[in-house]
């Protein structure tokens, strides 16, 4: 069993920055991607950004384009969102996904990540 565990969460003003890393347990289970979401309270989880593992392409949600970039370090196992220009809107449950059964339900989708972390707080205060 893989487990993914996140961290870096935390209160942060409007205009703030955070980076928030998942680390995963196993260094040998195959995935295509790997992938951030998040959820608000009393809304759905929703897609935030994603890494393709072995290509290193990334994808970012509209809504944080431009202010959220995501990244790999093979080496270490781990997958970063590096968080700028944060607003209040951003607050969330951020959960670290990783996608290692090929679903073709495409990376910005919740049913595509086989395994999923606990999730870390992120609050941004106006």
């Known amino acids: 069993q893989v487990q993914l565990v996140e961290s870096g969460g935390g209160l942060v003003q409007a205009g703030g920055s955070l980076r928030l890393s998942c680390t995963a347990s196993?260094?040998?289970?195959?995935?295509?991607?790997m992938a951030w979401f998040r959820q608000a309270p009393g809304k759905e989880r929703e897609f935030v950004a994603a890494?393709?593992?072995?290509?290193?392409?990334?994808y970012i949600a509209n809504s944080v384009k431009g202010r959220f970039t995501i990244s790999r370090d093979i080496p270490k196992n781990t997958v970063s969102l590096r968080m700028n220009s944060l607003k209040p809107e951003d607050t969330a449950v951020y959960y670290c996904?990783?996608?290692?059964?090929?679903?073709?339900?495409?990376?910005?989708?919740?049913?595509?990540?086989?395994?999923w972390g606990q999730g870390t707080q992120v609050t941004v205060s106006s």
């Open positions: 890494i393709n593992w072995s290509g290193g392409g990334t």
């Open positions: 996904a990783a996608d290692s059964t090929y679903y073709g339900l495409g990376y910005d989708s919740i049913g595509e990540y086989d395994y």
């Open positions: 196993s260094r040998t289970f195959g995935r295509n991607f």
